[in-house]
């Protein structure tokens, strides 16, 4: 696990936009997995403003979402299908028809998430996935307590993620109580996964997601038992990490490694 700690949410967006980019650099045909939230705005308005200025193009980008809550249509203004279209998919050139986002509105919701399970599959897998974090330490809606092992299935929020999710829909009575979910098996089968986090009602859980032990109580922890996972921050979610000074001097070393040059061109 990589963690790079940034000075503010603007310098944590621009950082990862740099890593989206270059994995779609790598590619011909990416297939991105994203996130929705506050954490993710500033990182979707560098993608769009690159887009916009000819520098990335997202026309052979397939696209798969982390959730959605059930009940709520692509044109509910709290879906998180509404939140990517405003904030991402307007902006750039993603064909309609290589987004996918779940359908809370599906007549048979099991049925549907096996299907998404196995479109993500028919896909090719996920290359990057892009995710945020609760102040619980759950990623996408895998509460305390799911399965390290879980794919995309139908999940009960909890009160806390629902009282964080209330400004999205004016009062916390109104937050939906059951979502559609990645699994957190889903989301460690992708081939790389970027975890951003912002301010400090997030130390805790990217503290215990980070240093603490693997655990469902904590379903971020899980990224621990990925090869490839960037974890970048601000000084704010950083500020109750106890081995700062050695993450520090970990991407010191790599700068100097990815700097260094070979035999040949000496």
Known sequence: MRLLIRRDGAAVSAEAARIVQDAMASLDYPVLGLSTGRTVTGLYQELSRSHAAGELDFSRVTTFNLDEYVDLGPDHPSSFARFMHVELFSKINLDPSRINVPDGLAPDLEAHCLDYEALIQSSGGIDLQILGIGTDGHIAFNEPGSSLGSRTRLKALTDETRRQNASSFGREEKVPRVAITMGVGTILEARSCLLLAIGRDKAAAIRDSIEGPVTSQITASA????????????????????RRSYYAQVEEAELEMANRSTPAER
Do not use: F, G, K, Y
């Open 223 to 242: 990224l621990q038992l990925h090869p490839n996972v960037t974890v970048v921050i601000d000084e704010d979610a950083a500020h109750l990490l106890r």
